[in-house]
């Protein structure tokens, strides 16, 4: 909480993106038992217990909720399964009949009870000197997914939508605006000390349309989570946002932002730390590799953001094959 | 050439990437009448042809050379096939011992002498108007491929080689940077007047890594080939670069510098037109949709860039299904 608030400290806190998942023996017994992938995510009882996990194994400074950025749409009246191995196949929203068919944002309170449910079980569960991250995705990001039905290089069809019908675009990216706030509120209200949203396509916005798409929703749920609760650091993650990363970090309203890999590390130090607290960036692939590689990287990305604020995560979400000794080691390297 | 030299002009100069390809009916022909898409790469006559058709029917400021970034590895001794709507099959090199038994730099002097006898035949066909780009793949680009063995999403084994044998990558990237060298002035030489350096999966490296891997072998390249031929300017396109384009642009010594789709003009503008010519950035899908946000971008890019140096091309390159009347009016767009 204190280097979210902008305070440079001796040994950064460290947390790390799909910490709770597939990798951890432990994820994948829970995960037998669920039923769906879904199941897990709306089981209170379960989903605590994955958040809970690599905090329990590995002792990092926060834990962040359970639960998948496509519950938003979910909640919005899209059906929604997992295929294993493929991903989100979603009912896609195509044109203004499609998005007439959606309900309203409000519908987020009462549809993702059991994720709120989640929030309280694992804020009462957690260390109090543990804070607890909630999320959703941005809305652009989940906009792909809506779009497309699914996960989609490039994220053409979104593209496509946003070109070829932007009334309803626009007035699918304010639905979302408007259900991510209100998603967001209510788990800060269960307990979240933290919010981040997550914009994992941002790079796939043309160059000219990233602030309307990526910096100016952000700021809009950013400036209302924050009227609701002035005491919520929010962490705004536009990934592959390259150069634009400096007017994200400007313009959002975010108390921190959280770096991809390609984000370099020096350029971050002297364009964005100066200004908000930074998280980020190793590559999520040296926890698969491990070695002198990740414990020279580990070090050098701790040294590179020593002189500001900043959060040591990776760059992009752990892998399933990532090696939680690796993830040791590289807690060795950070905290000595 | 102008533009490519600093000079500002009232209307850019315009080509497109990937100008010759499937999107065009006159290429499906040549094409058909190949045996392989190789064959057509090595048959001076027919990629003479392609090369010049998009020229032909849309009088486009500049030429490329057809001709694919694979073909320096297969000098090199890699083996190569392209499986159809499939993409690109390679030996690979993951161990000092398959690096020992690549070709020497020199290779690519006879085995590419197919490449030199297209441009030259090129370069004798078109109007002595409009220049011949040459063009090679960077050496990072091309090594993954030749340490995968075909195209990977987020490039994971050539990152995994630089992991974990950092000495036969190095060697690798250094063979590369030789042969791409030697390639391009054999190119030049051969009659192309710029040559353009495609490091397609830039935005792959580790931040942390841009500036060894994608810099600096963009930085030894120009400046062998411009110390041999001062004349001519060498375009770089870190695709993906992000944040580090402004340092590519300080540091690689080239004389322009191509806009990957996701590069906000407006930006690019401001950081990088200043110091050299920016080439890019339109939105590849706008050729395929047409309309009015063809038109919009088509007009708000001239303008954006106006100020400055400026060739005006796509962020990546056209689609199959891009249609060559959008293509025209697009022209009318940039030419009024």
Chains 1, 2 share one sequence.
Not at 14 to 21: C, D, F, I, N
Request: glycine fraction near 10%; hydrophobic fraction near 50%; proline fraction near 8%.
């Amino acid at each position: 909480m204190r280097a979210l608030r902008g305070e440079a400290l001796a040994v950064p806190p460290v947390w790390l993106m799909r910490q709770a998942g597939r990798y951890l023996p432990e994820y994948r017994a829970v995960r037998a038992r669920a039923g769906s992938f879904l199941d897990l995510c709306y089981t209170p009882e379960l989903a605590t217990e994955v958040t809970l996990q690599p905090v329990r194994r590995f002792g990092l400074d926060a834990a962040i909720l359970f639960a998948d950025i496509l519950l938003v749409p979910h909640a919005l009246g899209a059906d929604l399964g997992f295929v294993e191995g493929e991903g989100p196949r979603l009912s896609t929203v195509t044109s203004a009949a499609d998005f007439a068919r959606l309900k309203p944002a409000e519908a987020v309170l009462g549809a993702l009870r059991p994720v709120y449910d989640t929030v309280r079980m694992v804020r009462a569960a957690l260390p109090a000197a543990v804070p607890l991250i909630g999320f959703a995705g941005a809305p652009w990001t989940v906009a792909t997914y809506m779009i497309a039905g699914r996960g989609t290089p490039g994220q053409q069809p979104a593209r496509e939508l946003l070109y070829r019908d932007p009334a309803t675009f626009d007035a699918l990216i304010e639905r979302l605006e408007a259900a991510t706030t209100a998603y967001l509120i209510g788990q800060i209200e269960a307990g979240a000390e933290v919010v981040k949203l997550f914009d994992s396509w941002a790079g796939a916005l043309p160059g000219p349309l990233f602030a309307r798409y990526a910096i100016e929703p952000a700021r809009r749920i950013a400036a209302a989570v924050r009227a609701a609760h002035p005491e919520v650091p929010v962490i705004g993650f536009p990934r592959g946002g390259g150069a634009s990363y400096a007017r994200f970090a400007e313009g959002a309203g975010v108390q921190a932002v959280a770096l991809d890999t390609g984000v370099d590390p020096a350029w971050a130090a002297a364009a964005l730390q100066p200004r908000l607290c930074v998280q980020g960036n190793l590559d999520p692939l040296l926890l698969v590799l491990g070695g002198d590689a990740l414990l020279d990287a580990t070090r050098r990305l701790v040294e590179a953001f020593a002189g500001g604020p900043h959060v040591f995560n990776l760059g992009h979400g752990l892998t399933p094959d990532a090696r939680p000794e690796h993830v040791e080691a590289m807690l060795r390297a950070i905290r000595g």
